[in-house]
């Protein structure tokens, strides 16, 4: 079991940047692939970014390369995900998620309350 809580989010301006912050409890959470799902208003979810639980494989979707950063600390139990030059397609609600694998993260098996984040034009 993993509990998830979300932080970071508020109102920035484009070409802003902000970090969220994702606290996991739960023994077992450095053996989670760990990531990040936004959904916008009339919006399907989607994943936007997740790590696995070595480190060693992250992915991004398309849109956010380059200006998204994802990063994980397992001795702290925290994921973070850096934003940088945001555009006002990047508001969204962001949610902070857990499952065994990365692939599975599209659906995952927890997930937090989640954050929200607005960008102005």
């Known amino acids: 079991q993993v509990q998830l809580v979300e932080s970071g989010g508020g109102l920035v301006q484009a070409g802003g940047s902000l970090r969220l912050s994702c606290a996991a409890s739960?023994?077992?959470?450095?053996?989670?692939?760990m990531g990040w799902l936004r959904q916008a208003p009339g919006k399907e979810r989607e994943l936007v970014a997740a790590i696995s639980w070595s480190r060693s494989s992250t992915y991004y979707t398309d849109s956010v390369k380059g200006r998204f950063t994802i990063s994980r600390d397992n001795a702290k139990n925290t994921v973070l995900l850096q934003m940088n030059n945001l555009k006002p397609e990047d508001t969204a609600v962001y949610y902070c998620?857990?499952?065994?694998?990365?692939?599975?993260?599209?659906?995952?098996?927890?997930w937090g309350q989640g954050t929200a984040v607005t960008v102005s034009s």
């Open positions: 998620a857990a499952d065994v694998t990365m692939g599975a993260l599209r659906r995952p098996a927890y």
């Open positions: 739960g023994r077992t959470f450095s053996s989670y692939a």
